[in-house]
């Protein structure tokens, strides 16, 4: 009766703000005791909306009641204090929103720390203990707290639900099964559970597997991740440093033409001031021998001018203006055009490479990207629509069908002259540049064609192997005829093997770089595959011999 004497004083003298012993306590009107603080703290709070109530009862008092601490709570605090009163739970094991509270607590619920699934109730760690002491509640069945336990009491016979009825996949008492699930498989709950965890467990063992190769897999791209930092660093490294070489290296141009300049300058001014000492001296000489002639022409004395005439000293030889060759004023000019013609080079050359450059760097692709075509259905998901470029067209090359079908003739067509037409050999390149993912298909009539791509800076002029597709490295051909298959790149060629068709479909994955053949029927068969070696634009290519025609079929 003491300890119940001392829980009730407990709650009696517990703040409901602060939860904790009262301080300083106060009651106010209602007859509800607060720390002074507490309830001055919450006032103050309400006195913005012009109100003072009770955090408890919520009567409310106008005008604002004085405080005057409570003596006799006061004492009774310091008084329970020294008969050893504990200090009220921790705030921390009321129940909280996520909380289960405590089914048996009353007043201000604790947190549960267990569900008894038998029982169908929830129990704080004081409430729980019975079930630890009494020998029939230790075989109740305890589980985390769960706020889900009236889901075990059926709704139609308010009885907990220990059967599964496999028929209709649901958990049901031992009334349903003499009512709507007569007849009906049903096993007991716990034998159910014992097949879903069977089930359960391999499941986990598939989802583990899943998590282990998911892992490799992380691991796998952190060290890819690691290999692309390092890549690209190293990259960085070396192209600061190859292009602060370059800038090296025209600085010491720049020097070199300025030191050379300096130099034919100073030897240039120093001939020129040479010869002009030289004639400054002459000019000197002759105005003396001039004041001399100007002299003996004002004697008066006949025969003292005549005894003076001949002492006269010769001239010595005179600088001939003709051997002053000045040239036109352009001087270092020349230097200059020089300079410049080699900037404009330079800078054509950086542009062209510039691109390359950006293109390489656009490009990377690791992984992400989509697998291969398999079928063919897949191939024209890629379909480009390519034309032929007239203005590379060899002039025995007729073209029509809006520039798609190319024809080889015995005459020659009147093509204007242009810097991109093949001269000799009977080629032509595509209009539009490859990039990304390609696929196109070339129907062909006659002996033989060749299909190919191309780098836009193959050579036009002339009959070496620079200008012929397939024997240079800077293009790739595939020879068709009746017979066989021909692959030719950079003067190698191989023989392949495969069905004969009159249309072949061309793969380029630029990205990847990959070029592959195929020849085309009801199905498609793999010819060769290559995989050029820059990431510059590719073009289209047809090689032909007379009497062949091809065609770039829509295949849109």
Known sequence: MAQKGVQLNRETITCSICLDLLKDPVTI??????????????????????????????????????????????????????????????DHCYVG????????????KLKAIKSCLVCLVSYCEKHLQPHYDAAKLKKHKLVAPSKKLQ?????????????????????????CTMDEHQGHETVPAAAERTEKQKELEVRRLNIQQRIQDREKDVKLLQQEVEAINGSADKAVEDSEKMLTELIRLIQKRSSDVKQQVRSQQETEVSRVKELQEKLEQEIAELKRKDAELEQLSHTEDHNQFLHNYPSLSALSEST????????????????????????????????????????????????LSPSEPKTRAGFLKYSCEITLDPNT????????????????????????????????????????????????????????VFIAVAYKNISREGDSDKCAIGANNKSWALRCDTNSYIFFHNKVQTDVPGPRSSRVGVYLDHRAGILSFYSVSETMTLLPESRPHSLRPLYAGLLFFEGVSAELIKLK
């Not at 006195?47 to 004492?75: D, M, W, Y």
């Not at 649901?170 to 009334?175: A, D, V």
């Not at 002039?395 to 093949?422: A, I």
């Open 151 to 175: 889901e075990n009491i059926c709704s139609r016979h308010d009885e907990v639900m220990k059967i599964f009825c496999r028929t209709d996949q649901q958990s049901i008492c031992y009334l």
């Open 320 to 367: 001939h203006s003709s051997s002053i060759n000045i040239g036109p004023l352009r001087y270092f000019e020349d230097v200059t055009a020089a300079v410049s013609e080699t900037r404009d080079k330079l800078q054509d050359i950086l542009r062209e490479e510039w691109t390359n450059i950006l293109v390489r760097v656009a490009e990377v692709d690791v992984l």
């Open 393 to 448: 067209a060899h002039r025995k090359l007729l073209l029509s069908e809006g520039n798609r079908k190319v024809t080889r003739m015995k005459q020659q067509q009147s093509y204007s002259d242009h810097p991109d037409r093949f001269t000799y050999w009977s080629q032509v390149l595509s209009r539009e540049s490859l990039t990304g993912r390609c696929y196109w298909e070339v129907e062909w009539r006659g002996e033989a």
């Open 97 to 108: 929103p996520e909380d289960v509270a405590c089914d048996v607590c009353t007043g201000r």
């Open 29 to 90: 009107p209602c007859g509800h005791s607060y720390c002074m603080n507490c309830i001055k703290s919450f006032w103050d709070e309400e006195n913005r909306k012009g109100i003072h109530s009770c955090p408890q009862c919520r009567q409310t008092f106008t005008p604002r009641p004085a405080l005057v601490k409570s003596t006799v709570l006061a004492e009774l605090v310091e008084e329970l204090k020294k008969t050893g009163l504990q200090a009220a739970p921790a």
